[in-house]
């Protein structure tokens, strides 16, 4: 293991050698394999080629893998049919009447959304679609209408079957599951804060809220719970196959997906085009996410071979950093990495280095699982490569500052809930420890 000045010089020229690659626009798979090639060839005897082999077959043959383009795909389907505007005309009578209207179908619609979809960009991108004429056409606040589908499409990052989460399992060995499971009770959390800051700042600003003419009736009600179904079946038979033990991620992905194309096929929303699209969305989706993690494999091999996380470890355990303070420095790091890379990527950059810290330092992985996961939320709404703020400046036409700035409260939801967690572990621990 290399000490002192050369390990300082070693994790230096790593750190110099990503930033160089990343900042040429090079894609982010190719430069994870330059900075793992640049490492071995220089301060290892290992033959770069023989690694990066092993490294691209074992990253790839993983069984929990295939989960991820099928929830991908289900995601897509979704999106081009008619199921998602069903979600609009079901929950509209719901919220009517609470303080903030329509409003809250930016916020419930998203939950639901990403309950089916496990995306973040997905889930912003199909409840804009339908919420914002809508908004719009009815006289809602610009700003909050933008802000609540910048913090509440995050979601997609953390309410199961969340991509990212699955990521995360597959570089850490932890459960996928068990991470399903650990996200349930904090993303009920975090969709009951949105909810409450809606109402709030509802209340503070009346004359910004439209008053609805007509507050819907039990009629209309049970008329939306009605087109609600369709979703609500997809998920039950999507998370009630993992959690009752019926099935694994893989399979309910599978399973889910064919329920997405008998659902779309009754709703007669499903067509020839529309499912060659959703094919070929998931296809390049998937494509790039599964060579980021190959590229990711490759740096972490390098990185074994030169003995940083070790080192890295070692040095934690030396320093006796307390685990509040790590933390602290954690998700300074993850927010600053989020400023310039998306969730994914964040994720596969840093496990093979953070890992060992955390444990090292006695955290459970599945509870920094979730962790991390929110701290990735809050990537996706900070310029400049927020993810979130270019799908809605798409949908909304206005600049990627206007956006974050209207995005700002919810992300001041997303620190708190992540000291939330932090300060109460079990949150996040006590469902996957006790089914």
Known sequence: MLEGMNALLLLLTTVVVMLVLLGSSL???????GTGFVMLTVFTPVDPGLAISFAFWGSSNSWELAALPMFIWMGEILFRTRLSSDMFAGLS??????????MHTNVLGSGVFAAISGSSAATAATIGKMTVPELRKRGYDEKMMV?????????????PPSIILIVY?????????RLFIAGIIPALVLIGLFIGYVMIWSMLNRDKVPQESEPAGWREKW???????????LIAGIIGSIYSGLASPTEAAAVGVALALLLARMTGSLTRD????????????????????????????????TGI???????VGEQQFSPLWLLVALTVLFILLGCFL???SVVVLTTSIVLPLVDAAGFDLIWFGIYLVLVVEMSQITPPVGFNLFVLQSLTGKNILYIAKAALPFFVILLLMVALISAMPEMVTWLPENM
């Open 93 to 102: 009578p719901w919220v009517s009447r609470l303080p903030g209207g329509l």
């Open 27 to 33: 894609w982010v798979a190719l430069a994870l394999v």
């Open 342 to 344: 998306d969730g994914i």
């Open 223 to 233: 008329q939306g719970l009605k087109k609600l179904t369709p979703a609500v079946a």
């Open 169 to 177: 399992g597959a570089g850490s060995e932890q459960s996928i599951a």
């Open 147 to 159: 802000g609540t589908l910048a913090g509440s499409g995050t979601l997609g990052l953390l309410v």
């Open 274 to 305: 529309s499912f060659t699209a959703s094919l070929m969305g998931a296809m390049r989706t998937s494509c790039m996410i599964i060579f980021i993690l190959a590229g990711a494999a490759f740096l972490t091999v390098a990185m074994g071979f």
């Open 309 to 315: 996380p070790e080192l890295l470890a070692n040095w």
